[in-house]
């Protein structure tokens, strides 16, 4: 196929970008590389599952900057963001230019909260003391600030503002505090604008913007575009190509961008931080709402509210009506010749239409929202509310004006498209109707032969997993298994409540170090267990998709139990309940495609190079037994499968040797 507008074909293109990032082709990438060049050209819409080791970011890169239109990019995940704009992006464009005659320009674009604001650096961050405003620098230089966490982060966020050229927190290395960076940053909410900020030239997130403006390819995050798509924001500049990466988790994080949420703390902060910019009837009236909200959540219980208690609703009532007449006040008395208090104002209003939103949007009781309770024990209780789905914004929204490419490694669940596609509202695959968005699933492969390079290995002589974490049948079998494999072992656990019953218990019983998540830094983990071939990581949720360790330290990835959401999660429960209202199975649409989802990322663990050998080990005999046993399997890499743990124990010391050896 040659590029759109008739010159190099895209193997040529493709084969002269992997040759630049020092890469192999594969025949996947091809294909998917193709693919994507139908779809764009086609303007239609394409889900491409593409295996560790495809290299699908060279597949959708050299058909974009073929297009030479513009397009976004979305990830999930900071490495991504990085190894695209760090690595694959500079190289590429460079060895594309003599073929397409141009050097396409490519900028990063996040969330104004993600920059540094010079403003709030210089000038001070409102706060909600007695003494009223103070400058949280002057206080870190003082002995006692600078000696102390806080403090030492502030004078090194305050020292490196001098050095940046892009105020992205993620250039800064190693990291700060949220605490810190909340005295340096802003929200789009509470940003004065450029044209109103004495800082407004200098503003990185005002550069970010304008280099986003003038870019071809834009890298962003799947938040960002929640945002600009669900809300209408338009923070991005229009495109003709959206890419969206790491796709398993797009569903997630819209969901998490249209979430709402109300706590006493947020609350009271609110009307304190507007309580000297409004008249005290106002102030009085948002307090006495606050602390009505405060006291009714004290005794709130978690779960769902199918409907809401009338005290909430009295409560939200109050709170929404006080709220309103706060907003108005602030936006009337205004005073932008004084620039800190319009700072300050801007906190407030930001604060306050937050509640107002939140407790107006509860109060409407929209049948496609979900209500609930939530208590942490740090953070006290919370009123939530979600969409029941984003299907229906997504296929709205996300759709509708430009062609969308969506990958990952994990799309088919179950064997097909068609539980990823629903979740994004399209319709299954060969059943679209003249109104539904035009498009094909495609799964390109892995270069990786699964079947000789891993194992399958479902423990079906285990008892069915309880509510005990630390159960004896299981401690035995995982000890014995990492004994066979000499350490080596990545554990997958479904809590950190079971990740440290493990972890302690296995302490115990074997030589080989074991750490567990939350011990230290995450990075941390993974650079110690990837050096020391002997060591085991123990951990929960972000270890199931963010490890990458090729080689022998990660030879054995064993998972407790089958990952299935909390049976207690209101919003889970309520998808559940509206697909089998709908005639649906609600367990196998939302339950089991979860826990499908996670044991898909979670087996990939294994095999990230062609050298790779190992084990998958689940320790829930439920995988051998249920009828929906065979979903979950068929959506893991396809590995030999065997019950037999004596015959699993001997390749893990097989292998074991043949690393010693190596």
Request: hydrophobic residues 40%; glycine residues 8%.
């Amino acid at each position: 196929m040659s590029a759109p507008s008739g010159g190099p074909a895209i193997p040529e293109l493709l084969h002269a970008a992997v040759g630049a990032i020092g890469g192999t082709e594969r025949p996947g990438q091809v294909a998917m590389a193709e693919a994507v060049a139908t779809a764009v050209e086609e303007d239609t819409h394409l889900l491409v599952q593409a295996g560790t080791g495809t290299g699908k970011s060279m597949g959708y890169l050299v058909p974009v900057l073929a297009r030479a239109e513009r397009a976004v990019i979305a990830t999930a995940t900071l490495a991504l963001q990085r190894q695209l704009t760090e690595r694959d992006l500079p190289r590429v464009t460079e060895a594309l230019r003599p073929l397409l005659g141009r050097r396409a320009e490519f900028a990063t674009l996040k969330g104004r909260s993600n920059y540094l604001c010079l403003h709030r650096l210089h000038e001070g961050v409102p706060q909600e003391e007695e003494e009223g405003l103070f400058d949280p620098f002057e206080a870190a230089a003082s002995a006692g600030g600078a000696s102390s966490k806080l403090g030492r982060d502030l004078l090194r966020l305050r020292d490196w503002a001098d050095e940046t050229e892009t105020g992205d927190r993620d250039a800064l290395a190693p990291g700060v505090s949220d605490r810190a960076w909340a005295q340096v940053s802003v929200s789009s909410r509470e940003c004065l604008g450029a044209t109103r900020c004495a800082y407004g030239a200098e503003c990185f997130a005002e550069a970010a913007r304008e280099r986003a403006r003038l870019a071809e390819v834009i890298v962003t995050n799947h938040a960002l575009l929640s945002i600009d798509t669900l809300e209408g924001a338009s923070i991005l500049p229009s495109h003709d190509v959206l890419v969206v990466d790491e796709a398993h988790e797009l569903v997630s994080r819209a969901t998490g961008v249209a979430t709402g949420e109300l706590t006493p703390a947020s609350v009271a902060r609110a009307a304190r931080r507007s309580a000297k910019l409004v008249d005290e009837k106002a102030a009085d009236a948002l307090q006495n709402a606050s602390d009505g909200f405060e006291a009714l959540m004290e005794l709130a219980l978690p779960g769902r509210l199918e409907e809401l208690p009338e005290d909430l609703r009295h409560s939200l009532a109050l709170l929404r009506d006080a709220s309103r007449t706060v907003i108005t006040a602030l936006g009337g008395t205004r005073d932008a010749s004084v620039e800190q208090e319009d700072a300050v104002r801007r906190q407030a209003l930001a604060s306050v239409e937050t509640v107002h939103t939140v407790a107006e949007r509860v109060l409407e009781g929209s049948e496609y929202d979900v209500v609930w309770y939530e208590r942490h024990e740090r953070y006290g209780a919370s009123l939530r509310v979600a969409p029941m789905s984003v299907s229906g914004l997504l296929r709205e929204k996300l759709f509708a004006e430009r062609s969308v490419v969506l990958t990952s490694a994990t799309l088919k669940l179950g064997g097909d498209f068609d539980g990823v596609a629903a979740s994004l509202g399209l319709p299954p695959e060969g059943r679209q109707g003249p109104e539904d968005p035009p498009w094909r699933g495609m799964d390109v492969g892995s270069p990786f032969d699964y079947r000789r390079q891993g194992i399958l290995y479902v423990a079906r002589h285990l008892d069915p997993p309880g509510r005990e974490p630390a159960r004896p049948d299981m401690m035995a079998e995982l000890t014995e298994l990492i004994e066979a494999a000499g350490g080596r072992t990545l554990g997958l656990f479904s809590s950190m409540r079971a990740a440290r019953a493990a972890a302690e218990e296995l302490r115990g019983r074997l030589p080989h170090p074991i750490l567990l998540q939350g011990e230290e830094t995450l990075g941390e983990l993974i650079k110690s267990f990837a050096e020391d071939p002997e060591t085991c990581l123990f951990g929960t949720l972000s270890l199931w998709q963010g490890v990458d360790v090729p080689g022998a330290s990660c030879q054995l990835v064993v998972m407790d139990r089958i990952p299935f959401p909390r049976p207690d999660d209101p919003l889970t429960g309520a998808r559940q309940k509206a697909v089998e209202e709908a005639g649906g199975n609600g367990f196998m649409a939302v339950a089991a495609t979860h826990a499908a989802l996670l044991m898909a990322q979670g087996a990939g663990r294994l095999v990230r190079a062609a050298g790779d050998r190992g084990v998958v080990a689940v320790l829930d005999s439920r995988l051998a037994r249920s009828r929906y046993g065979s979903f979950l399997r068929a959506s893991m890499p396809d590995f030999w499968y065997t019950h037999d743990a004596a015959q699993v124990r001997r390749s893990l010391a097989a292998i074991d040797a043949a690393a010693k050896k190596a």
